[in-house]
């Protein structure tokens, strides 16, 4: 049986689940008590766990990350959210320099199960400070896994699993969809860390993403299927650890390949999956990968230029008839 949730709803009933499971587990950062959360996702926690469970915090990134840090090594499961992963950036000393290492650097004596999450990515006409895309960043970091989705019943199996770890999980989220709707299981599940989702067979060329890109990416798939041309479109789900094995798969069938990514085109995701296809599925390519990223300069704010900015599902039609030798 599955119900119909939208993205917030099915964040909120992993927490909610986990934090009835486990007594261990909490959640803390800013507007999620008394608000019910800056996009409503921790709405009716505190009712239900009250304040020592559901706990606001200052506007002071570094420190509560610290403290979550701190609880995790001494044995809690915390779950902090970040009102963007923008204003993360001031903490990123605790995520970088302790949480990722806290394993390593204590040859296995403590661990540090803790959940970083909150929106990523463009939400519109929010400018340049408040609309980066961070999954590389948190991506690059050896002691961090990092999950990016957008679909409900994906994003509520991974978080789940998320709390769950013993290792510290940097979860990526849009702040435009959390309205988003999707069919999510009435029983409870888990959804494998490190596991990309076939979400469209195809014969002819592989379509590579994540996070709110799938959107565009399966209305380009329907567009190019309206032109006889069959693509398979891979959702990534987490960045690291990232399922080659699939993407591999993929294009060993197709020959093709264009990765979708929202972030800027430098030493990225999209980067990196270029790289690892190109050296373990050479002799498959019938055409050079291909990109298809955000414009390499901080968002603007005219909504005219966002369009511009970022991608859509008109640029990964073109891109996907460029790698098939087709005039776009």
Not at 71 to 80: C, E, F, Q, T
Not at 122 to 143: D, I, K, R
Not at 185 to 212: M, Q
Not at 270 to 277: N, V, W
């Amino acid at each position: 049986m599955a119900k119909t949730l939208a993205l917030r709803d099915a964040l909120n009933e992993a927490m909610s689940e986990e934090m009835r499971r486990d007594e261990n587990v909490f959640l803390m950062g800013e507007e999620v008590a008394e608000y019910n959360g800056a996009y409503k996702v921790s709405k009716g926690m505190l009712d239900e766990f009250g304040p020592k469970r559901v706990i606001d915090t200052p506007i002071a990134e570094l420190g509560f990350a610290g403290i979550g840090v701190g609880a995790a090594m001494n044995g809690l499961r915390p779950i902090v959210e970040f009102m963007t992963w923008n204003f993360a950036v001031l903490a990123f000393d605790q995520i970088v320099n302790n949480a990722a290492k806290t394993l390593s650097q204590s040859a296995g004596q403590f661990k540090c199960p803790i959940v970083f999450r909150g929106p990523s990515g463009s939400a519109g006409q929010l400018a340049q400070q408040h609309s980066q895309t961070f999954e590389s960043w948190m991506a690059n970091v050896p002691g961090l896994k990092v999950i990016s989705c957008v679909d409900p019943a994906d994003a509520k199996g991974l978080l789940k699993s998320a709390i769950r770890d013993n290792d510290p999980v940097c979860m990526m989220e849009s702040e435009m969809l959390y309205g988003y709707e999707g069919e999510v299981p009435e029983e409870e599940y888990l959804i494998p860390i490190g596991k990309a989702r076939v979400h469209r067979e195809g014969s002819d060329i592989t379509l590579v993403t994540f996070n709110k890109m799938l959107l565009p990416t399966l209305e380009a798939a329907k567009a190019l299927e309206g032109e006889g041309i069959s693509a398979e479109v891979i959702d990534l789900r987490t960045i690291r650890p990232l399922d080659h094995a699939t993407i591999v798969e993929s294009v060993k069938k197709t020959n093709r390949l264009v990765v979708i990514d929202e972030s800027w085109p430098f030493a990225g995701v999209s980067a990196e999956i270029a790289y690892e296809i190109q050296k373990y599925a050479f002799d498959y390519l019938d055409a050079p990968v291909t990109r298809v990223n955000a414009a390499d300069t901080s968002l603007p704010y005219a909504p005219t230029l966002v369009e511009a900015y970022l991608p859509n599902a008109d640029k990964i039609v073109k891109a996907a008839k460029e790698v098939l030798y087709i005039n776009a």
